[in-house]
């Protein structure tokens, strides 16, 4: 393991911003379950221990505590929040039970710099979030910083590296905050700045080589950043013994599956198995017109034909993914804590358990700009490193109702040409995801002389930072009328173009 920053996670829904902005000042770090034995801290190399902040009074009935133990391990400590309050609780300080919460900005006046507070001005905005207060520090503990409304706001006992704040440093809102993080990191601790991309790929390899030995790993490739960086990684490691299986399910997009085969068969040499079964999954959607039944289908026949290709390539131990952090993180949930309940509904769980193999996940210590990161510098081009993100279902939620060749090939001709104005104009990179969807609606309209009665395309474009939430994209009138005109022009069978302009909530970023 490498240096490692522990983050205990009381049940608060910032638990991984602290952990992102301790990765950002380069230094690794990892979230546990806030009863985490010590033992197992120390054997994870940990030379820090960050409490982090939790909806809980320490004096609830159900208020989380750690292993006391964690204090005796001679690493520092550093209480946010909750976080101060159980340091002040567990070292015999005094905390009392208030039921207004302080919330909100605040200023701190720093009475002592000290080491944690190296380099920042003696008066700094912080932004504040919780109940219960500091009446008496512990022994060994004095105030470094206060606001106007706690004399505790930060404590700190130098002499065995503990320190507490009340205030969040990391939310932007707090002023200098990733600042506070660093100097606990490199100054109190003694971390080094050392946690990079190149450092990754070189201890990624030698795990999945000391992981695999001899064996053989097989990865589904859909195309996407995930397991596209998943498959550069393992086929950095372990070359020809990892084979790719990529399926072409039919609900892809223009040139997706050509481009893959370019890639990944002919500039990496990747050991590619393009198995086509869109015959099979079209056969199977016929007239299905419901969105979970195609999901259903969708899933299931992809399970299907990716077991049966393991046959035809014969043997293998492995079952590589493209897993990320945020999707393993197992957040406590105390107080019913919303960030735990995230949708789950793009893995294709129990695979493994039916195909018997092992898991390997290369890439879930990694948030998703760390894994673009890893991309770039394993030579994955831009285009497939910034992709747009594209549900497992493709294109099959994207015709609305039952799907036919025929309304799959309109849509994929719209959607090339959107993609492609999106790109020369350089808004492909700015905004969330931009596609097409099929609207099986005939509409009139003219064509040099003649009456049509065509179907209608709709562009949905939209900003997000995590699809949770998203909004229309404001973008330029004239590239949207050159996409509209370009269609309505260069694809036969449609008539008519609109453009979605509905939010995230109330509406979804897919038609299904
Ligand atoms: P919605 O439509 O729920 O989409 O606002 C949020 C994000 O999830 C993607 N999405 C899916 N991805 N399988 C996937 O792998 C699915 O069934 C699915 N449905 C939606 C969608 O493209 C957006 O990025």
Redesign the pocket.
Known sequence: MPQTIAVLDFGSQLTQVIARRIRECEVFSKIYHYSTPAAKLREDNVVGIILSGGPQSVYSRQAPHPDRAIFDLGVPVLGICYGVQLMGQLLGGEVAHSKAREYGHGVLTVRRAGKLFAGLPRKLRVWNSHGDKLTHLPPGFRAIGTTENSPYAAIADERRGFYGIQFHPEVFHTERGVEIIRNFLLGICGASADWTTRDFITHAVENIRAQVGKGRVLLGLSGGVDSSVAAALLHKAIGRQLTCVFVDNGLLRKGERQSVEKLYGDHFHIDLRVVDASKLFLRRLKGVTEPEQK?KIIGRTFVEVFEKSLKSIGHADFLGQGTLYPDVIESVSIGGNPASLIKT??NVGGLPERMKLKLIEPLRELFKDEVRRVGSALGLPKEVVWRQ?????GLG?RVMGDITAEKLDILRNADAILIEEMKRSGYYYKVW?SFCVFLPVRTVGVFGDERTYDYVIAMRIVESTD?MT?DWAKLPHELLQRISSRITNEVRGVGRVVFDISS?PPA???WE
């Open positions: 999901r509904h793009h993100p594209f549900p497992g279902p939620v995801q699809a998203a995230k979804t970023i897919e």
